[in-house]
């Protein structure tokens, strides 16, 4: 938003905290047009002298007292204006009452009404400290008028970590905001929950806004192929992020409605400012390797426990080994699969922007491209971006513009190699069917096809690319007809078009009757938004204000896709030049289109009163075509109260010195989760002759029942905290409690194998989340000239409780995560382990010993003695970061941290167990199950081996092996980011024509501490849809662990 | 203050846009149940996709799983020759299912599916546009195929009928209207009495011949069938006659029936079938991938000895000629082979036919003292095998195990033999199946979860174990 918001209230004001946000030139000093400028102020100011006016000086600074050479300093309402010298002085005629500006770059302007002071001594505060402006929906608002609960982190902060994806270097920055990291594989997206889960069968992720457009942010659109989910957010540059701010409570995010109640990640990019050109250039460079190898069983041991088990089951003389494997075979075999599938990865990135700006226009321009590869083996994300952000004023200047043109445009066009992953193969088969004592290779160097599966054969010879082009786009008009109204009316679409591409050559399949196959996953979507705000400031008098917004949104997203293009006999995959063979076979078969739609009136009322007590109050309506005939509107209304009680006369002698800041916060509000499937709603039948025929015949069924009373989630939020500041600020603190109900949550349900039918979306269940949040941040030690050593601390810390309170009457069975991993149930978190409990290894007999339902000791497995043992949600989590500069030199670390909850690790009871007894294909084992049982008198972790299911009795089979004894505590703390670096400027630099330029190393997920002996204790699984993302994290199956990278950069700015 | 005006204007200009145009976007390739219901021409089809979801996925219901689980769950199967992909095979023969057993999934769903799309057929057919004689055929078929689907569910997941008492056990959830209101277990003998009734009324209502659907003959077929396993041996025995008798399918003399009982051709003898019109529209998709053995697949299940040596314990039994081999015999590594289905990329898959309806009234015949027609039944089909006559004079009790014995020989693959199994243990008492009281609990196979979790606290779950 723009400067003349505020710039009314200014007039009238001789507070400096209510600063305007004017964004003004950058590095003025050492401009041509400087002097130009003074030659017109100085020509100006002799034509001004015939009236009596004041003569001004005074000094301007920053905080911490050193001086801003170079600041423009201008009478309000008139062209008379000067700069500061190098000593920050300066000299300025006035009149009595006049308001004098205060700008630099970089720090909030001030301003200041003459009185008969002839010295004015003003204090600029840079834009990082309090008083900052923080993004809300559809504006902007000073930091000190927020009453709702919102946290902003700046891009460059985004920047030091490499990451995936963007999402995932917002770990640990944010009290209330937990990020699971995703795994290995390149791209790979997080998992973050706003404040606790609140969702079920509903999507329970963040709207993610981009410079005011809520994005196409589908995990699903192309399934779960080969273990991956696509990750929306992959495609955004994290170099052209100016800001993020999240907005956690119903008061910051009533105003997204029935998309609010997840929070809303507002992500803003960057744009010109004013001055000459400023050019960045950056490279980094760096490594990839998995954070935690998973130990296998190498040759001899797995021989070992194989031939233990054989004979344990009753076995005379040597085991017939897997896949008619000759023991001298397999003796002289020690594959290791794990080495075979992965590698270090390198990672670079380069990028290169500018930024310009002047008075009618400013202009952002950024191109980035990076090759991530991943420590999987074939697996690269390569990204190729440019933003190009541009605001242009047809009618008056950006200082006070009348109409104003503002367009914001980004390309990306990504490529991502994706390997099989998990369950699919590659690194998921060298943790499980591929054996030691197996060879990748026959004899004749060929590939080995016949003894279990090789993951080296798709490594080398299968064809996955996943091409997206992705553009975000938007224009709006700013018209300000009078003083201080403007009307906004913005058009956007984000396009994207993802090709995904497999082929399987001959040579893969083994035939030799085509050439090869091809497939292609094609998805277009086009998400368009049209809106308009009309927003009004009002000044009743001196103290009362008020500033009003009213506007209205339509969007709407329309999902092409395929389900798959399958070409077969050729000799390529379809994104290259291919030939064709005899016999050849095409097939095409198209999705129904996906389309959905919002229409939306939204209005909100600020109000301040002396500027110490604020009142926020706004109303959102949404219509949704998702929504259900009985309910075609929700309303969702907030109102947020904030007090300044530290700007009280009466409290400033209460709190001394010692506590420079006091503000209470408290707000209210109705926010709604519409991720819902978009045609639930309707009752219809397939059409005649589009399935299957039966005899010939068409055949036409239905397909699910009307749902007229389907409808958004509502969460009804409370919120309330106080900031607090100390020692003039230098340390703040913001404690904030929170209450979100969550009524009408969405199940779907599965009704009965006897209704006919199979799911139905149910406005059901209660889920209440709250908890408790600190954020800190201190300036330890502080420089004086910013040259010294400086320590700086945040730390915050988010206390949850999450629960299920009602449910309806449902079996735990009812609602599943995933493939049958976690349930839901009343009184418990979302996402709960439902096992059976292990008790101990019985030590004569090597036989594992079970609880039954009351606790009692049995041999007998019973899947009927399962209880709830444990859930995937923390207790706890934060993160502490600290940043030391000296001179040129800047370190940072971040250490963040997760406290109780539960892994379930299901691919543990076959890597521990049960993987022996699939007779055809057993699996290999975790080096940890070197300690079971062997003979009578051991006391051992792991039962006696066995390849039959009946030994442990009760087990029904050995997927049903779902047992406590796989159950980890999810608690850890890893030393997430580590950076140093080192900043030259001044006269090092400027022989090379830089203004400056840093170097620094990054190092990510560098140290880890937990209990959990698995692959890394941050768990995002490829899922099958919305439920089982809300319900599985924290659920492994041969998931990749997350990459540890080592990275070297260099910036420059000239 | 004009640009207010503008500004007003433009916000009642989109206001005022009809939201319908904006937010009303029904699914795509989909038709609204509403105008689906009135289009006449929606019934037929919909009855089509009734009988379509008999195959299953996959085959996954009378395409071959429920007769190739009740093959695995009797006695004519290698446990060791189960193949390792099939894990819950291995319960369905240890009898340890439990609500997780995949395949049972599919095996209860499946026919609920028929049942539901029949259920919207009798609700909504009455109101079309139709011709009578269409509506009566439709609900007809409706009826035959809900009661068909009720027989089939309830001999695999309750206890089988007795022949005394109120066969009070819990049978399976009946449902006789579209809805998805949870519902607990009505008993065996409210199962049993609206899968007689449903049968009855479509046999009054279906037309004697009707293509390859269901007629007349197919649902007196079924009850008799129906009626055979609640030990009614008097109606089974009029109805198996009568259909025997009058509805011009005709017993296959020639041998030729062991080759087209399971063909591309089909067999003459079929009363209701299942129709396939080529390879992708294999109605036996679940019988050729489990039993196929040849270049393009590996048979996953394989006959056990004990039944292999019965079923060429006469050199000159045709079937035992036709259809097995066996692959090292009498070694530890043994394999035999059943080969009906080699080299047949589909099949057409007979749910009821006449023999096996000579079966029925064989022994029904037998148990209501009728030995003559008893004879004459079995001698037909022991005379078509290549099998000397029954010996004459035997009395009662072994004539009709020596119809038991020729039945288990003759419909292998079929599924009769578990189910056959437990009616005897019910009626007789003494079985056992692979060394296992035909009654004890894990006998019947588990629900599967949905059907439980879907209920809340409605349905009494199966009891487990006991079988090993």
């Not at chain 1, 996402?831 to 007999?845: K, P, W």
Request: some cysteine; aromatic content about 10%; glycine content about 10%.
């Amino acid at each position: 938003m723009n400067n003349q918001y505020k710039q009314p209230f200014a007039k009238k004001l001789s507070d400096d905290n209510m600063a305007a946000s004017i964004v003004v030139g950058k590095d003025i000093r050492q401009s041509f047009w400087l002097k130009c400028l003074m030659v017109f102020f100085a020509g100006f100011m002799m034509f001004s002298n015939a009236y009596a006016q004041l003569s001004i000086a005074g000094k301007v600074s920053d905080k911490d007292g050193a001086p801003l050479p170079g600041a423009t300093v201008r009478v309000q309402g008139t062209n008379a204006g000067t700069i500061t010298d190098d000593a920050g002085a300066y000299k300025i005629e006035a009149q009595q009452g006049a308001v004098l500006l205060f700008e630099f770059s970089g720090y909030k302007s001030s301003t200041i009404t003459v009185g008969a002071q002839t010295q004015i001594d003003v204090t600029l505060e840079d834009e990082g400290s309090v008083g900052e402006v923080v993004i809300v929906g559809y504006g902007e608002l000073d930091k000190k008028a927020v009453t709702g609960n919102i946290t902003s982190i700046k891009g460059s902060e985004i920047m030091q970590t490499t990451v995936p994806s963007f999402e995932a270097a917002l770990q640990g920055k944010a009290a209330g905001v937990q990020v699971i990291q995703g795994s290995g594989m390149a791209g790979s997206g997080s998992v973050i929950r706003i404040r606790g889960n609140a969702s079920i069968s509903a999507g329970s992720d963040p709207l993610y806004v981009v410079d005011g457009i809520p994005i196409t942010q589908d995990y699903f659109t192309n399934g779960n192929r080969g273990a991956m989910n696509t990750n929306p957010l992959a495609s955004l540059n994290p170099n052209d992020i100016e800001s993020i701010d999240i907005l956690k409570d119903a008061s910051a995010a009533a105003i997204y409605g029935s998309r609010g109640a997840n929070g809303v990640i507002l992500i803003t990019t960057k744009r010109g400012k004013k001055g000459k050109p400023v050019f960045e250039a950056g490279v980094k460079v760096g490594t990839s390797t998995p954070t935690q190898k998973v130990d296998m069983l190498n040759s001899s041991e797995f021989l070992q426990l194989f031939q233990e088990a054989y004979e344990n089951d009753g076995g005379v003389g040597p085991a017939p080994l897997p896949y008619g494997r000759s023991w001298a075979d397999a003796r002289n075999t020690n594959t290791d699969w794990w080495n075979l599938t992965t590698r270090a990865g390198l990672k670079q990135d380069y990028n290169f922007s500018v930024r310009q700006g002047g008075d009618k226009h400013n202009v952002y321009a950024g191109l980035s491209y990076s090759d991530n590869e991943s420590y999987l083996v074939g697996n690269t994300y390569q990204r190729l971006s440019g933003r190009v952000n541009a605001d242009y004023v047809i009618l008056g200047d950006m200082k006070k513009p009348m109409l104003k043109i503002g367009l914001s445009t980004s390309f990306s066009h990504g490529i991502n190699r994706q390997v099989n992953g998990a369950w699919s193969g590659g690194i998921g088969n060298a943790m499980s069917q591929s054996l030691p004592i197996i060879s990748p290779y026959n004899a004749d160097g060929s590939f080995n096809r016949n003894q279990g599966p090789n993951p080296l054969l798709n490594q080398n010879l299968f064809v996955w690319r996943n091409r997206e082009n992705r553009s975000i786009n938007s224009l709006n008009i700013d018209f300000t007809p009078i003083d201080n109204l403007v009307i906004r009316a913005t058009a956007s679409m984000d396009y994207s078009d993802t090709q995904n591409d497999q082929y399987s050559p001959a040579a893969l399949q083994n035939t030799t009757s085509i050439l090869g196959t091809a497939y292609r996953f094609p998805t277009w979507v086009t998400n368009f938004n049209m809106n308009l705000t009309a927003s009004y400031k009002y000044a009743l008098n001196e103290k009362n204000k008020f500033d009003f917004l009213i506007g209205m949104e339509y969007q709407k997203s329309i999902t092409n896709s395929y389900n798959r293009w399958e070409v077969s006999d050729i000799d390529g995959p379809l994104f290259k030049k291919t030939t064709t063979g005899p016999n050849l076979q095409t097939f095409y078969q198209a999705n129904a289109d996906q389309v959905w739609s919002f229409m939306s009136y939204f209005g909100r009322v600020n109000y301040s009163y002396a500027n110490k007590l604020f009142v926020n109050a706004s109303l959102r309506v949404d219509a949704s075509s998702r929504f259900g005939s009985n309910y075609r509107y929700g309303y969702f209304p907030s109102v947020g109260v904030g007090y300044l009680l530290s700007d009280e006369e009466f409290m400033k002698n209460i709190l001394g010195t010692t506590v420079s800041t006091v503000k209470l916060k408290m707000s209210y509000g109705l926010t709604g989760n519409a991720n819902i499937d978009n045609y639930a709603r309707f009752g219809t039948f397939t059409p005649a002759g589009s399935q299957n025929p039966y005899n010939g015949q068409p055949t036409t069924y239905p397909i699910r029942l009307q749902n007229p009373d389907l409808r958004w989630e509502v969460q009804q939020t409370i919120d309330g905290g106080i900031e607090l500041g100390f020692l003039k600020d230098r340390i703040t603190a913001e404690l904030s409690f929170f209450r979100k109900t969550n009524s009408d949550v969405i199940l779907s349900r599965r009704v009965q194998f006897s209704s006919g039918f199979g799911e139905y979306l149910q406005n059901l269940a209660q889920i209440r989340n709250q908890g408790i949040e600190l954020a800190i941040t201190s300036r330890n030690i502080v420089s004086k000239d910013n040259k010294g050593f400086s320590w700086t601390t945040e730390f915050n810390v988010s206390r949850f409780e999450n629960k299920v309170i009602s449910l309806g009457p449902t079996d735990p069975d009812q609602i599943q995560g995933g493939t049958n991993d976690t349930r839901v149930q009343e009184g418990q978190p979302v996402g709960i382990n439902y096992l059976v409990r292990f008790s101990r290894v019985d030590s004569q007999t090597g036989l594992p010993v079970w609880l039954d339902k009351d606790g009692n000791e049995s041999f007998n497995f019973s899947l009927n003695n399962r209880v709830f043992v444990g859930s995937v949600v923390p207790d706890a989590i934060g993160g502490i970061t600290n940043t030391f500069r000296y001179k040129g030199f800047d370190m940072s670390f971040l250490v963040a941290f997760t406290i109780g909850g539960t892994i379930w690790d299901n691919s543990a009871k076959r890597q521990l167990g049960s993987g022996l007894m699939e007779q055809g294909s057993p699996w290999n084992m975790r080096r940890e199950m070197l300690n079971r049982w062997t003979k009578p008198g051991d006391n051992a972790q792991y039962p006696r081996l066995t390849r039959n299911v009946s030994t442990y009795p009760g087990l029904p089979g050995f997927w049903d092996y779902n047992s406590t004894m796989f159950l980890y505590d999810a608690s850890f703390a890893r030393l997430r980011n580590l950076s140093f670096g080192y900043t030259f400027d001044g006269d090092a630099v400027k022989k090379f024509g830089l203004s400056s330029m840093r170097v620094y190393f990054v190092g990510t997920n560098l140290l880890t501490f937990t209990r959990y002996p698995g692959a890394d204790p941050e768990i995002t699984r490829d899922f099958e849809n919305a439920q089982d993302r809300n319900m599985s994290p924290n659920v492994t199956y041969l998931t990749a662990p997350p990459e540890r990278t080592l990275s070297i950069g260099v910036n420059v700015q000239f | 203050m004009k640009l207010k005006h503008i500004f007003l204007a433009g916000v009642l200009a989109l206001g005022t846009t009809s939201c319908d145009n904006l937010l009303e976007f029904p699914p795509q390739n989909e038709v609204l149940t509403a105008d689906a219901l009135k289009d006449p021409t929606t019934y037929q089809p919909l009855l089509n996709s009734a009988y379509d979801v008999l195959r299953g996925g996959g085959g996954g219901f009378l395409g071959g799983q429920a007769q190739t689980i009740a093959e695995v769950m009797g006695d004519n199967i290698n446990p060791a020759g189960i193949n390792t992909g099939l894990s819950d095979y291995t319960q369905y023969y240890l009898k340890t299912t439990s609500i997780f057993s995949t395949a049972s999934r599919t095996l209860m769903q499946e026919p609920y599916i028929a049942v539901y799309r029949a259920n919207v057929l009798l609700e909504n057919v009455d109101g079309s546009t139709l011709p009578d004689a269409d509506k009566r055929r439709i609900k007809g078929e409706a009826l035959f195929l809900r009661g068909l689907c009720h027989f089939e569910l309830v001999r695999f997941f309750a206890n089988p009928y007795n022949p005394t008492g109120a066969n009070d056990q819990p049978g399976i959830v009946v449902r006789l209207q579209s809805e998805a209101t949870p519902r607990g277990r009505n008993t065996v003998k409210e199962v049993y009495d609206q899968v007689i009734k449903d049968l009855t009324d479509a046999i009054a209502l279906l037309p004697n011949t009707n293509g390859v659907y269901a007629t007349s003959w197919a649902a007196k077929a079924y009850l008799a069938k129906v009626q055979f396993h609640a030990h009614n041996f008097t109606q089974a025995f009029a109805l198996a006659d009568d259909v025997i008798k009058n509805s011009g399918v005709m017993f296959n003399t020639a041998d030729t029936e062991f080759d087209r009982r399971f063909s591309v051709v089909g067999s003459a003898e079929t009363i209701l079938g299942m129709r396939s019109t080529g390879q992708s529209d294999n109605r036996g998709a679940g019988f050729t991938t489990i039993y196929r053995n040849d270049v393009t697949k590996t048979q996953k299940l394989l006959i056990s000895r004990n039944f292999y040596a019965r079923a060429t314990a006469n050199v000159n039994d045709k079937r035992g000629v036709k259809w097995y081999t066996v692959d090292a015999p009498n070694s530890p590594g043994e394999r035999i082979f059943f080969n009906a289905f080699n080299n047949k990329d589909f099949v057409q898959v007979p749910l009821m036919h006449i023999t096996e309806l000579k079966f029925i009234r064989a022994e029904a015949a037998a148990q209501n003292n009728n030995l003559t027609q008893a004879y004459a039944d079995i001698n037909d089909i022991k005379t078509r095998a290549g099998l000397p006559s029954l010996v004459n004079g035997l009395p009662k009790q072994s004539v009709i195990q020596a119809i038991r014995d020729e039945k288990r020989l003759e419909l292998f693959c079929e599924g009769h033999r578990f189910h056959d199994l437990r009616r005897i243990g019910a009626l007789e008492g003494g079985v056992t199946i692979n060394g296992a009281p035909w009654n004890c609990n894990g006998m019947t196979i588990q629900f599967p979860d949905r059907e439980i979790f879907g209920a809340g606290d409605l349905i009494v779950r199966n009891l487990e174990g006991g079988c090993q």
